[in-house]
């Protein structure tokens, strides 16, 4: 939490955290030492900040690190590709924006807490400009947790959520998601887009979602939301569990082919 930018990147004399993944290497394992990061800059790995199939870049935290958004304009957002981010949490994101949005390719998010942001806690998804062959692809979501997390509408924020801009092979594994304003999960598809990617969500926990930790609530209240606008995708939802939501535990959301 204490490094800047003269760091060397030692234990002794370390990096602040946006030169250190800005000048990062194929290979390098950046690691966050215990504390609270006050974010307040744009903490954005841009697309083409990149690893390899054989040699990802890692963002992993020791013990209990927090990243902390309340000074902050933005989220966190991954756009490079062959990236591991783990053991970390995200929170206090302003209104509107989300904790995580994952809108690179081949990335590993793992061992993370998304809570108290402004929208969705992660989110994957890239940029209604880009065409469908750069919407984020193969990325894996696993043992992640999202909760309390509220806009101030309280209608959009969810826990996870794949959804709009999406292409194929994204996968959530072993998550929990509890307490958000929205829903657990948001697979949704809309006209203006047209379907997004099969999406995979296994061994999933999703509870007590539309209504917050406060006890506030007014959002939609689904465990699973699986569709969108009527639109046919074949999504998956695989030894997953939904108890004591607002609304519907599983919806097809009006999603022909589930």
């Not at 966050?32 to 744009?42: A, K, T, V």
């Not at 998010?109 to 994957?124: L, P, R, Y």
């Not at 657990?184 to 006209?191: H, P």
Request: hydrophobic letters at 30%.
């Amino acid at each position: 939490p204490s490094g800047n930018s003269d760091g060397d990147g030692t234990k002794e004399n370390p990096l602040d955290i946006y030169s250190a993944i800005k000048f990062s290497k194929p290979g390098t394992e950046i690691i966050l030492e215990d504390g609270m990061y006050d974010i307040n800059e744009r903490l954005r790995i841009e697309r083409g900040n990149s690893g390899t199939r054989g040699e990802y870049k890692t963002l992993r935290g020791e013990v209990n690190v927090v990243l902390d958004f309340s000074h902050s304009s933005y989220g966190m957002e991954l756009w490079g590709d062959y990236w591991v981010l783990s053991n970390f949490t995200i929170r206090n994101t302003i209104d509107g924006k989300k904790g995580l949005q994952i809108a690179g390719d081949h990335n590993i998010v793992e061992f993370i807490t998304a809570e108290f942001c402004g929208d969705t806690g992660i989110q994957i998804s890239g940029s209604s400009q880009d065409s469908k062959d750069k919407w984020p692809k193969d990325n894996l979501v696993q043992y992640c947790i999202s909760h309390d997390n509220s806009d101030s509408a309280m209608n959009n924020a969810d826990g996870f959520a794949a959804k709009l801009t999406v292409g194929e092979g994204n996968r959530f594994l072993g998550c929990a998601s509890y307490n958000n304003a929205d829903d657990g999960w948001d697979l949704f598809s809309k006209i203006e887009t047209g379907a997004i990617g099969k999406v995979r969500v296994e061994k999933c926990i999703a509870f007590s979602n539309g209504v917050l930790s406060d006890g506030r609530s007014g959002g939609d209240g689904n465990g699973f939301k699986l569709g969108g606008d009527g639109i046919g995708v074949n999504h998956e939802l695989v030894d997953s569990i939904a108890f004591n939501n607002l609304s519907n535990g599983v919806t097809s959301n009006s999603n022909p082919k589930c």
